[in-house]
């Protein structure tokens, strides 16, 4: 049987080691992601991808439409649909809430 001080320790030993672990995978996850890519000379800045949504429909080889059922399997609220409540104007796309 565990005396009382060896249960302490090891119970201050696993949360230590558990808040350790939480610490190493934020600064992971916050790492700044590498991107093969040259600054430009003005701001330090690359653009590695833009869509500047020219024309009435989404560009197929940027995007894919997810569309699903009612709660996605998750139950979330939403609904998703096969991109009609998307509105172009000029250079600009709205995705319009629909209830």
Do not use: C
């Not at 060896?6 to 030993?13: P, R």
């Not at 350790?20 to 995978?25: E, Q």
């Not at 429909?57 to 399997?73: A, F, K, P, R, Y």
């Amino acid at each position: 049987m565990k005396s009382w001080r060896n249960h302490k320790l090891e119970k201050a030993f696993l949360v230590s080691l558990t808040l350790g672990l939480v610490l190493v995978a934020t600064l992971i996850a916050s790492a700044p992601m590498a991107v093969n890519a040259q600054p430009d000379s003005q701001g330090g800045y690359t653009l590695v991808w833009s869509d500047e949504f020219n024309g009435s429909s989404l560009d197929m080889s940027n995007w894919v439409i997810e569309t699903g059922g009612h709660g996605w399997g998750n139950g979330e609220r939403e609904y998703y649909t096969n991109g009609q409540n998307l509105i172009f104007n000029g250079s600009t796309m709205t995705i319009q809430a629909r209830k």
